[in-house]
């Protein structure tokens, strides 16, 4: 007896992920964060579905998963360059204060008016600190660097969370390879069980 698939079976997509047709409500909003590209997450989801062409709920599920965790995979990668500009200020805190190129305020505090000033790229700080810098043998990239070794901990963390995304769409694209091999080997089994007939030829000479 031929087994219902009928409750897993929705309606195709018209166009893909295109506005006439969502799997939002099925399966929540994209990961799409303030600021970035609707459509390129759109278009990225458009091409999966090109290549797989989902057939029912449980595969468009996993589909859905394989490019949510994608998209996620570069969110992270993005933030860690992101987290270089935006903390760029510690790794010259931090290297000034190894050069004891720190100005000492009230009580022995550090002054981090320098550092504030190189951060808001007020010309005079970011002249002083490439000055200091170039005394000691030192260019940009020694604030690279630095501000790297201050995010290190930060970043092992994001490349951990990357690798168990890569892990997890394996798994969303595996489930869907087995179902899609599971359903071609089931439509070759029931070729095989009703061959083609052809229609008999009547003997030469028998009218």
């Keep these: 007896m031929a087994k219902d698939n009928s409750i897993l079976a929705l309606p195709p997509p018209s166009g893909a992920s295109g506005d006439a047709w969502s799997d939002d409500d099925l399966f929540g909003p994209p990961p799409i964060m303030p600021g970035e590209d609707r459509e390129a997450y759109k278009a990225l989801l458009d091409q999966f579905y090109a290549a797989v062409q989902p057939k029912n709920i449980l595969e468009r599920m996993w589909l859905r998963d394989a490019v949510n965790l994608i998209w996620e995979s570069k969110q992270y990668r993005?933030?860690?360059?992101?987290l270089m500009r935006v903390d760029a200020h510690k790794g010259v805190r931090e290297i000034l204060r190894s050069l004891g190129a720190l100005d000492q305020s009230f009580a022995g505090i550090e002054d981090d008016g320098l550092v504030k000033d190189w951060a808001g790229c007020r010309p005079s700080a970011v002249k002083k600190v490439t000055r200091i810098l170039e005394a000691a043998g030192l260019g940009q990239?020694?604030?690279?660097a630095k501000t790297f070794d201050v995010n290190l901990e930060l970043f092992e963390h994001i490349d951990r969370l990357i690798a168990n995304n890569e892990m997890r769409k394996s798994g969303a694209l595996h489930e869907i390879q087995a179902v899609i091999k599971a359903a071609n080997a089931t439509e070759e089994v029931e070729d095989a069980e009703f061959p083609k007939l052809e229609t008999p030829q009547a003997p030469r000479g028998v009218q």
């Design 78 to 82: 993005r933030f860690k360059g992101d």
């Design 141 to 144: 990239n020694a604030i690279v």
